[in-house]
């Protein structure tokens, strides 16, 4: 069975960083996309940044952009996102999800179980 496992959440005040990562096993994912996406109470969830697999292009939402690097290391079939100059908005629980890709939550047929991230003012 296919799994992903985030880690690297947590609790940081504003301005700082964290790295998490997304562990996938039981087959590999390289012509499939890795996208992260998060989560907050009371709101939809939303894509944070996609990298294809097989290419390598990137792609942010807007709210995260020239903050945060998404990446992957094919030969350890893991992917990473490393979050900078942390904001309280950014306060969620994230995701990472492996499928064909898109900003639609839809087009993942893989997720991880979450981890937190908490950013204190």
């Known amino acids: 069975q296919v799994q992903l496992g985030e880690s690297g959440g947590g609790l940081v005040q504003a301005g700082g960083s964290l790295r998490l990562s997304c562990a996938v096993s039981?087959?590999?994912?390289?012509?499939?996309?890795m996208g992260w996406f998060r989560q907050a109470p009371g709101k939809e969830r939303e894509l944070v940044a996609v990298?294809?697999?097989?290419?390598?292009?990137?792609y942010y939402a807007d709210s995260v952009k020239g903050r945060f690097t998404i990446s992957r290391d094919n030969a350890k079939n893991t992917g990473y996102l490393q979050m900078n100059s942390l904001k309280p908005e950014d306060t969620a629980v994230y995701y990472c999800?492996?499928?064909?890709?898109?900003?639609?939550?839809?087009?993942?047929?893989?997720w991880g179980q979450g981890t937190q991230v908490t950013v204190s003012s």
């Open positions: 999800a492996a499928g064909r890709g898109g900003s639609d939550p839809q087009g993942y047929n893989y």
């Open positions: 039981g087959r590999t994912f390289s012509s499939y996309a």
């Open positions: 990298i294809s697999w097989g290419y390598g292009s990137t």
